[in-house]
């Protein structure tokens, strides 16, 4: 009995010395992994988990934000979800930030969404239904008092349903110019018009020739359009190729004005065999007070064929000496850890 209980204690206590280590070791494993987030150089690529697609990048205030579309299937693809960074490797998700519950007039395929801040209100531009001829669909406009939502829809209908100048509505993107016009571009099936926002973005208002719509299709442009404006000159950006291919790619023009006329300079954004292909559908995020752009695109894993398979990832931008970007180069490792200063 003595030897049983001396056995007893001595295999307690090595195995409270054994608990305690134990913890102290996960512990210490869990600081470390913790330390190395918050300290990890690089973004890496992608730049957070899951299938989503169509970035639409931003900066609000001290913190980079990404609104992209949930890739799935387009019956499932019903609602937004939205991410945050303080530094461009850590990033938080925000669920369900609006969904078909909301928007009624959708009944399926929410995607490409764009963002704005305007008198301290959030506007999310979206297309839903892949609309065709005679259908509800097309481009929604939602409203919320913080960027992560939740949105509520500000009309409770399509802003633009109709098929004009062979653009499907879709793939918007709203553009503010220094004189303080809202300028939005958007369209599919390789057409692209130009319109513009009224002051509460709930209807368009005529160019100066009296016009609504403008279609400014560029030579090869698909789809997804992107605009900015560095040095005084108008960056206007698209994809090509199928969405669903491995040739899907960004190509762009330079010009003088928001109208164009807008001739193609390049491809910038494209495939490479050792990392990954269909990169396409981008936007860009510009730092403040810096000559500092990052491209915010989705891609496809080499080998995958299923057609949602998309995720996203951030790549740098950068120029030549006469202001033509320099073709960027798809990178695992992503952008270095920065914070807006």
């Not at 065709?132 to 802003?159: N, T």
């Not at 973005?201 to 719509?213: A, R, V």
Request: proline fraction near 5%; aromatic fraction near 14%; charge should be neutral.
């Amino acid at each position: 009995m003595k030897i049983f209980n001396i056995c007893k204690l001595n295999l307690d206590c090595i195995n409270s010395r054994f608990t305690a280590f134990t913890v102290t070791v996960a512990a210490a494993a869990l600081l470390a992994s913790c330390t190395a987030t918050k300290t990890a150089p690089f973004s890496g690529n992608p730049v957070f988990n899951g299938w989503y697609a169509d970035p639409e990048g931003i900066i609000y205030d001290k913190n980079y934000w990404i609104f992209p579309t949930f890739s799935d299937n387009f019956e499932k693809q019903v609602f937004f979800d939205c991410f945050s960074s303080p530094d461009l490797v850590q990033w938080q998700k925000h669920e369900r930030i609006i969904d078909t519950t909301e928007v009624r007039w959708a009944r399926m395929a929410m995607w490409a969404p764009s963002v704005i801040r305007k008198n301290n209100k959030y506007y999310l531009f979206f297309a839903a239904n892949d609309v065709h001829e005679g259908e509800v669909g097309g481009i929604g406009v939602a409203i919320a008092d913080k960027p992560q939502g939740r949105y509520r829809d500000l009309l409770g209908k399509p802003l633009i349903n109709n098929i004009v100048n062979g653009a499907q509505p879709i793939d918007q993107f709203v553009f503010l110019d220094d004189d303080g016009n809202y300028y939005m571009y958007y369209g599919g099936w390789s057409h692209c018009n130009i319109v513009r926002l009224n002051d509460k973005f709930d209807g368009l208002i005529p160019h100066d020739d009296g016009s609504i719509y403008k279609e400014i299709t560029p030579q090869n442009y698909v789809e997804g359009p992107f605009m900015f404006k560095r040095n005084g000159k108008y960056y206007f950006m698209w994809s090509e190729g199928g969405w669903t291919g491995p040739d899907y790619s960004v190509a762009y023009a330079i010009a003088d004005s928001p109208y164009g006329p807008f001739h193609r300079e390049g491809k910038i954004l494209q495939q490479d065999s050792a990392v990954a292909t269909g990169a396409g559908h981008h936007s860009v995020i510009h730092l403040p007070d810096t000559d500092t752009y990052y491209i915010v695109y989705h891609r496809r894993p080499i080998g995958d064929r299923h057609g949602n398979h998309r995720v996203t990832c951030i790549d740098r931008m950068e120029f030549d000496e006469n202001g033509r970007i320099i073709p960027v180069k798809i990178t695992k490792t992503g952008v270095k850890r920065r914070k807006i200063k």
